[in-house]
């Protein structure tokens, strides 16, 4: 019997055909899109195939985000899509209560029953409140400035503070720069530190209602220096007032200065009564938490970190665009906010407040 022979053909190359792709991966696509998707399903008859050629997105992708509509009038995500949760709102309190009295995240994570990582328990922690931040140092108070305190609180508290101008001076200094930034930890920013930058002396005096120029100077402040910045900054026609002062302000303001030496020297007290007569407040020692213009420098520094500028000529300009552009509705929020800065000095018995 003659033995058949199989001639073996061998299978046709598939050109440009991946054999084996696999199950297809959805692609998330932006709220812009899904909005487009449920606008244009709301036409009478929508076609999926035609909103999907026009948005270019799948088919399915156009059925589940009107159905999803549909049912919650949204196109957002439903919750619950993501991982579960380690820890219970109950055990994340019990953690932000540890981490209140002190505790890091690496000893939380030691006493919790569950196998958590520091990283997890610092998450945690964030989504109750808490950040990990710089320690605030305050002066400490004796027993005599709180009662000053107190007392100036309980006199003033129900004053107009709306007249009052607030004044003070800051020091700014060049190479300034923010003390935290996003950044790789095996590889740190680091930046030169100069012992001895250039400084800049600044005073300035802002109410809720006018402001007055900044004055820029570099030596030290005294008593005869001072006289000179109040007679030529806060004569009434040198202010800037807001649109919306009221013409009784513009007669009859305040002005408010701290009790330093320079400030209440015989030649500063004779300038001031020259300058505005008996309409000036005696403001308590060590109490730059009763100043809104402590405010203000906050928002200058920022704005100086921000520019990082190289020389003094250009920290000028940086304060001075900076103290321009100071909204009217910015420096009444935090003028007006005296009354309850007075009423927490007065409840925690004349000790600094955060503000």
Known sequence: MRSQIVKWVPAPILVGIELNPGPHRGRHISTEKKWEIVNLGKKPNPNYSQIARAVKVERNTVKD?????????SVDDRPGRGRKRIF???EVKKMVKKAKKGKCAPQIAHESEKRASPETVRKALKEGGIRYLKIKKKEKLSEAHKALRVEYSNKMKRYNWNKVLFSDEKTFYLGTMPGYARQDPNNRLEKEKNPYPKKLNVWGA????????LYYYSTNLNSEL???????????Q??????KCPKKIRKNWVFLQDNAKYHTSAESMETVEDLVGDH????PAKSPDLNPMENMWSYLDRKVKE???????????????????????????????????????IECGGQRINY
Request: glycine share 2%; proline share 4%.
């Open 280 to 283: 000036w407040i005696k403001h």
């Open 65 to 73: 985000v009107l159905k999803k509509y549909k049912e919650t009038k």
């Open 307 to 345: 520019a990082q500028p190289k020389t003094i000529k250009s920290l000028k300009r940086t304060l001075t665009q900076a103290w321009n552009a100071l909204t009217w509705t910015y420096v009444a929020k935090s003028t007006r906010s005296m009354s309850r800065r007075l009423q927490k000095c």
């Open 206 to 213: 802002v109410g809720t209602h006018m402001r007055t120029k």
């Open 88 to 90: 219970s709102e109950p």
């Open 226 to 236: 001072y006289s000179k910045i109040l007679k030529s900054r806060i004569k009434a």
């Open 238 to 243: 040198q202010l800037i007032y807001s649109p």
